[in-house]
């Protein structure tokens, strides 16, 4: 089979220096073609048109490599099947159906696609973008968990949150993020998307044998926890996860009723997450990067003289410490926080690694960026080792037509009492007497200095949409951006939002699982890559390390300036 044939020029390669055993050759072309020479294996399975040239650099691959990179690419997504290329070039096994739904049927980039593929010779930039993915088992449209290829009879169990946590790390993602609500209430209300069933420091400590690169982003509360039990337990995530684990650090906006309280006040909850964290950090550094000594002689596992009490008494905690954990081989686990209020606001500048946003407007999010890290530098931090994250909804496709079908597919899917449901608790109103066509009467809204900033944004959209409008919109991405759109322009306007200081990277909202998060790691990630703007392979080793946030010396003496405040407090 000759895939490939669009001109006599192609029929003979011309000469070219070898690469020997790598099965590379490169010519240099004296115009510009559209393709490249044919090459034909010696096996009698297939014959592949190999070349392609992009400006006047001609890039052919031997057949052997090119198999075996193709059936590399395969076993990386969908590692359970034995992929091998049959006559017709396409895999003559894989699994069940379209970007990893249900039932049978064949690979969708036979493998003349994959070479008629625009190569882009972008060389790598020296800014990485970071991305992370919302790990929401129902998918992160809210009733996702209905369409017809979903895994919903798998929500729940390990099977489904694994193999999630295992695509990411082949797509070469940072970091799974899991978030959490200590309430039920989200089942109730029809809120799937944010309803906890994967309880967060459990889930990653399972996931740590299923993965070996990809960062672990659990969430527990400041305001139903205690500093020592938190930090004993990402302490241990990140030792037994050789440096991967990251504390999403959030204080609660439910849940109170199962722990026998009344919600706190925010600036009250925000106070005691200051300190909060300010004790965890040092508990994080309790242990000298050389404590453990294994000396058999005297007897002694590690050097007590190297282990330090933080003696630290404040306003809502008395913690002497240390912790019985050795030191992270990151330093410390990173630190993610995502509120968006003034406190948020405060708490993430002086604390966060990582910073989750909610900025749909790419004029907003270049001003959010621009101001948060000002602050960060005015607190002696180094905004560069601060990652702002907005997230995103990609709805894509081969084609346009078929992003488009995907996104009404999942928009059919919605059920309209949890939709009315979602509006109502978002917003805080009835809308029981509306029609699909009305628009919320803005008298119904109500400032409410407890409310979450995303409040507000809904209130301005209630203005410009209709209640099936506003439906579809807080079912998508409850004010993150959506895009429908094929993979190259997706990619693009996100390269856009990166080159802009819009954002340093994205946290990714995937619309339904699998099949959603696959067409995004199947073909928007490999189109950065291609860009130069996300990596190709995982390099150095912990999460810090492979994300650029390695902990500064100055951060660290900062920290250990504070012990003698509070031991003499």
Not at 2 to 24: E, M
Not at 363 to 376: C, D, I
Not at 409 to 436: Q, V, Y
């Amino acid at each position: 089979m000759l895939v490939s044939r669009p001109s006599a020029a192609a029929d003979t390669p011309r000469s070219a220096p070898s690469c020997g055993a790598t099965g590379a050759t490169a010519t240099i072309g004296a115009r510009s073609i559209a393709a490249a020479s044919a090459i034909v294996t010696t096996t009698s399975t297939i014959r592949v048109v190999a070349g392609r040239e992009v400006g006047n650099t001609l890039v052919t691959l031997c057949p052997a490599h090119l198999i075996a990179a193709s059936r590399r690419n395969a076993r990386r997504r969908h590692p359970r099947s034995s992929p091998s290329i049959g006559q017709n070039g396409r895999w003559s096994a894989r699994p069940p159906a379209l970007y990893g739904g249900r039932g049978p049927g064949t690979y969708p980039r036979p493998i003349e696609a994959w070479l008629r593929r625009p190569i882009r010779m972008t060389p790598r930039t020296n800014r990485q973008m970071t991305l992370t993915f919302f790990m929401t088992a129902f998918g992160y449209h809210n009733d996702a968990w209905m369409h017809p290829r979903s895994n919903a009879e798998e929500i729940g169990k390990l099977s489904l949150i694994r193999e999630m946590a295992q695509a990411a790390e082949r797509a070469k993602l940072d970091a799974v993020f899991i978030a959490d609500s200590v309430s039920a209430h989200p089942l109730w209300r029809g809120a799937y998307r944010g309803a906890s069933v994967y309880e967060p420091v459990v889930t990653l400590a399972a996931l740590i044998g299923y993965t070996e690169k990809i960062g672990l982003i659990g969430t527990q509360s400041t305001t139903f926890n205690e500093p020592y039990t938190v930090a004993r337990q990402f302490a241990e995530l990140d030792v037994l996860s050789d440096g991967r684990a990251a504390w999403n650090i959030v204080t609660a906006i439910n849940g109170n009723e199962n722990y026998g309280r009344e919600l706190p006040p925010k600036d009250w909850r925000y106070d005691r997450a200051t300190e909060f964290v300010d004790v965890v950090k040092k508990l994080w550094d309790s242990w000298d990067r050389d404590a453990i000594i294994n000396d058999h002689e005297r007897g002694r596992w590690v050097d007590t003289e190297r282990m330090h009490r933080i003696n630290h008494v404040g306003e809502h905690f008395r913690v002497e410490g240390p912790l019985a954990i050795p030191r992270s081989p990151q330093e410390r686990p990173v630190l993610v926080q995502a509120g968006q209020s003034p406190a948020g606001l405060e708490l993430g500048t002086s604390v966060a690694d990582l910073v989750y946003a909610v900025q749909p407007e790419f004029g907003n999010a270049v001003e959010f960026y621009r101001t948060f890290k000002e602050r960060v530098a005015a607190k002696g931090r180094n905004p560069e080792k601060v990652r702002i994250l907005p997230g995103i909804m990609p709805i894509t496709g081969r084609t346009q037509k078929e992003a488009e079908e995907f996104a009404k597919e999942l928009e059919d899917s919605m059920h309209p009492g949890n939709s009315r449901a979602l509006i109502e608790g978002f917003l805080g109103i009835d809308i029981s007497d509306l029609e699909m066509t009305d628009r919320i009467p803005q008298e119904r809204f109500i400032d409410d200095p407890e409310r979450i900033e995303r409040y507000k944004l809904f209130r301005d959209l209630a203005k410009e949409l209709s209640v099936r409008d506003l439906m579809v919109h807080i079912a998508r991405a409850v004010g993150h951006r959506v895009m429908i759109a094929t993979p190259d322009k997706i990619a693009e306007s996100m390269i856009e939002w990166f080159e802009g200081r819009a954002c340093d990277g994205f946290n990714l909202n995937m619309p339904s699982i699998p099949e959603g998060m696959n067409r995004v790691f199947d073909l928007v990630v490999p189109e950065l890559q291609e860009r130069g703007f996300f990596r190709a392979e995982y390099e150095g080793d912990t999460f810090r390390e492979r994300s650029g946030l390695e902990v500064e010396e100055d951060d660290l003496q900062r920290l250990r300036a504070t012990y003698r405040t509070y031991a003499t407090a």
